[in-house]
């Protein structure tokens, strides 16, 4: 399956060809979905059968590997058929508000000097914890912070590099708990411009101006390796 959210997070739909149909729903050759991962939620939106019907995506998940995407429709909806030519449109306000989100997030783990233990978002807010031995940021001087990195509209990309190069610089890799997937010969990376570079296989923006107005809500103590930073819309 070509995962087309990979090169281009802006594309909005996409025609494809119906592979298959289970009771857990419907795989495509190529897709603008991004399924469910890496804290960030699966998207949702319709699927425009060959007669011109449409029916709800009400989630996106991963299958048998992470190339392996299924489109989870309603119980209720006409499903189509093997063969057939279909075309998937995203929920985009939905989409664009995780992908303002999880660049944020990105930014966040920047400026915090600490390993990454956790990390969640909607499309209403988000929060990242960390392992922080040597106490917390000031939550007003990190604000400023996050906005002179939202000002500066940094461009940011994804990079790919191989298994190989990723095995060399683990330095790369901020979270505890979870590591990229290896195995399939190359792993991508997002870089953000003079600020961030780590894998992730996310959906982002292409530069920080457009993360607009999310700052750094509450600071929550979540036990002895654990502090949380909760993201927020500002209003």
Request: hydrophobic share 35%.
């Amino acid at each position: 399956m070509k995962l087309l959210f990979q090169e281009d997070a802006y594309l909005k739909e996409c025609t494809a060809e119906v592979m298959s149909v289970d009771e857990k729903g419907v795989r495509l050759d190529q897709t603008v979905f991004y399924p469910m991962g890496g804290g960030q939620p699966g998207d949702s939106g319709t699927m425009t059968l060959a007669d011109g019907s449409e029916v709800a995506i009400v989630d996106t998940v991963k299958g048998d590997d992470h190339l392996d995407v299924v489109h989870v429709l309603a119980d209720d909806a006409l499903r189509p058929k093997v063969g057939d030519k279909v075309t998937v449109t995203l929920d985009w306000d939905r989409r664009y508000r995780h992908m303002r989100f999880h660049t944020a997030m990105h930014v966040l783990c920047s400026l915090i000097d600490g390993d990454v233990t956790g990390g969640n978002l909607t499309d209403q807010k988000a929060r990242l914890d960390f392992n922080l031995p040597d106490g917390v940021p000031d939550k007003v001087e990190l604000n400023e912070k996050l906005a002179a990195v939202v000002a500066a509209n940094k461009s940011s990309k994804t990079i790919w590099i191989t298994d190989e190069e990723m095995a060399k610089q683990p330095d790369l890799i901020r979270t505890m708990s979870v590591k990229p997937p290896s195995g399939a010969g190359r792993v991508r990376l997002l870089e953000i411009e003079d600020t961030d570079l780590q894998p992730c296989g996310g959906t982002h923006l292409k530069s920080t101006g457009e993360i607009g107005d999310i700052v750094v809500g509450k600071v929550e103590n979540k036990g002895k390796m654990n502090r949380r930073f909760n993201l927020k819309f500002a209003s």
